[in-house]
């Protein structure tokens, strides 16, 4: 299994991104379920040019990408950047912490079944 997870770029300015990687590395929270053949390939910010992380990830055979939990909470485009990941990627809406988000609920999606990924 290869995760990616994207965070909040303005987060990013100011995070070291250490809650996320503790989930991941430590198989807690949104990671829990994931046992050790997990194997994350992508670390990277929402913004730039997600077009080409798209193409990369989907070349690096990523099967779940997950959206940070400061995405979730302060990110104006969770949902429709979920949405759009979900062409191509299961997509978990969230990283550590509770799984249910103070203001919105964590979005979960599986990939869309018309996609077609050129490998």
Do not use: P, W
């Not at 990687?21 to 913004?47: C, I, M, P, W």
């Not at 949902?79 to 988000?101: I, K, N, P, W």
């Not at 999606?109 to 050129?118: F, H, M, V, Y």
């Amino acid at each position: 299994m290869k995760i990616a997870i994207l965070v909040r770029e303005e987060t990013m300015q100011r995070c070291t991104g250490k809650g996320c990687l503790n989930a991941f590395f430590q198989r807690k929270d949104a990671f829990a379920a994931y046992g050790d053949h997990a194997e994350l390939v992508t670390f990277s910010h929402a913004g730039g040019d997600l077009d080409r992380k798209i193409e990369m990830m989907i070349k690096n055979g990523v099967d779940v990408v997950h959206l940070s939990s400061c995405m979730r909470g302060k990110a104006d485009n969770y949902e429709e950047l979920a949405m759009r990941l979900s062409e191509h990627f299961d997509v978990v809406g969230y990283t550590h912490g509770g799984e249910e988000g103070k203001e919105r609920a964590t979005i979960m999606r599986k990939k869309l079944a018309a996609s077609t990924d050129a490998n």
